[in-house]
């Protein structure tokens, strides 16, 4: 079979980061030292750091300090939700986050991936939206594109490669349907 990929023309002159250069440096450095260096419950510092970059961070917001961030203006995070330990969100396009959400450690939130057919392997970036009182559990790898429906669940080690509906726990890889979340007389 011939090799249709050619990755020396790949190019992603066309993506746009939404801040130049040197403003990303600044990020990476910063998130690096004062951000990752702060004590456990520095979460109000934490916050004041990703907002001065750009981050809509609702109130009582916890993120941990090894809590990654490729591009800070490109998150939004609504009230009283949590970011856990070692949670990424490549932010290559929109990250939005409801209030009264969980995204547990090690969640991976990923919003850039490549054109598998395309010789050239370009960037393809689509944003994830994450709505009110959702819980990504545990290791969970979230797709571009996807939506969490409120109070929707994926389950710890889950592959979220499909939108997940409101109230439903998803799990396994890919995430399938397992149950509702809640009764819905219990959601009035």
Not at 86 to 114: A, F, M, P, R, W
């Amino acid at each position: 079979m011939k090799n249709k990929i050619n990755l020396k023309n790949y190019n992603q002159n066309s993506y746009d980061r939404g801040k130049n250069g040197a403003f990303v440096l600044i990020w990476w450095f910063i998130q690096s030292t004062f951000f990752r260096l702060s004590f456990h419950n520095m979460y109000n510092w934490r916050n004041m750091i990703l907002r001065m970059f750009g981050a809509k961070i609702g109130k009582g917001v916890k993120v941990r300090a090894s809590a990654k961030f490729t591009y800070p203006w490109k998150i939004e995070v609504g009230d009283n939700s949590w970011i856990g330990d070692n949670v990424k969100l490549y932010s290559l396009d929109n990250i939005i986050i409801g209030s009264n959400c969980v995204v547990s450690q090690e969640s991976y939130l990923c919003t850039g991936s490549h054109d598998i057919i395309d010789p050239h392997f370009s960037l393809v970036t689509k944003p994830i939206n994450i709505k009110d009182g959702a819980w990504i559990a545990s290791d969970v790898f979230i797709y571009p594109g996807v939506i969490i429906g409120e109070m929707g669940v994926a389950a710890a080690r889950s592959t979220v490669l499909h939108n997940i509906p409101s109230n439903e726990i998803h799990a396994g890889s890919p995430a399938r349907y397992i149950k509702n979340r809640f009764k819905e007389d219990e959601l009035t």
